[in-house]
């Protein structure tokens, strides 16, 4: 009786239909996003900003010509921000200035684009100081001493 038993539970054990519950595998389940305010247009624009950045600095130290203009910059007063992580009044401002200072850095003596370079710069690290923080050390090494 005792191996009637045991018999019974290993075929009832066995032949269940019941598949166990697999949980899918999802990337969010091991990845932390780099932008915890996820991907605004505005995030994203300004990441290729900070990338065109970084390579001008490195152009401008060497010697070296100016990428193309980045005229997509642009849309910087018409890029969509992550829901209140932007003031409009300081956007409007820096973001002119910025954009000021990257046209004279192109219509300028190649002798003077350092100093557009980093009035560029220094708009940036203005208006993140008042507004989105989370970037200031990134951006002040931008600067070209």
Same mark, same amino acid.
């Given at each position: 009786?005792?191996?009637?038993?045991?018999?019974?539970?290993?075929?009832?054990?066995?032949?269940?239909?019941?598949?166990?519950?697999?949980?899918? /595998?999802?990337?969010?389940? +091991?990845?932390?996003?780099?932008?915890?305010?996820? @991907?605004?247009?505005?995030?994203? %624009? $300004?990441?290729?900003?900070?990338?065109?950045?970084?390579?001008?600095?490195?152009?401008?130290?060497?010697?070296?010509?100016?990428?193309?203009?980045?005229?997509? /910059?642009?849309?910087?007063? +018409?890029?969509?921000?992550?829901?209140?992580?932007? @003031?409009?009044?300081?956007?409007? %401002? $820096?973001?002119?200035?910025?954009?000021a200072a990257l046209k004279d850095m192109y219509a300028g003596?190649?002798?003077?684009?350092?100093?557009?370079?980093?009035?560029?710069?220094?708009?940036?690290? +203005?208006?993140?100081?008042?507004?989105?923080?989370?970037?200031?050390?990134?951006?002040?090494?931008?600067?070209?001493?």
């Amino acid at each position: 009786m005792k191996y009637f038993f045991w018999l019974m539970v290993i075929l009832t054990s066995c032949s269940s239909e019941q598949e166990p519950v697999k949980k899918k /595998f999802s990337l969010s389940d +091991t990845v932390v996003p780099v932008n915890p305010n996820g @991907d605004s247009e505005l995030a994203k %624009l $300004m990441r290729e900003m900070a990338d065109y950045m970084v390579h001008t600095k490195k152009r401008i130290v060497a010697g070296d010509s100016l990428l193309p203009y980045p005229s997509q /910059f642009a849309q910087l007063h +018409t890029a969509q921000s992550t829901p209140g992580m932007v @003031d409009e009044q300081t956007m409007r %401002l $820096m973001g002119s200035t910025y954009l000021a200072a990257l046209k004279d850095m192109y219509a300028g003596k190649k002798t003077e684009q350092k100093d557009f370079y980093n009035s560029a710069v220094n708009a940036c690290l +203005t208006c993140h100081s008042s507004v989105c923080p989370g970037p200031i050390k990134r951006i002040g090494k931008l600067a070209i001493p």
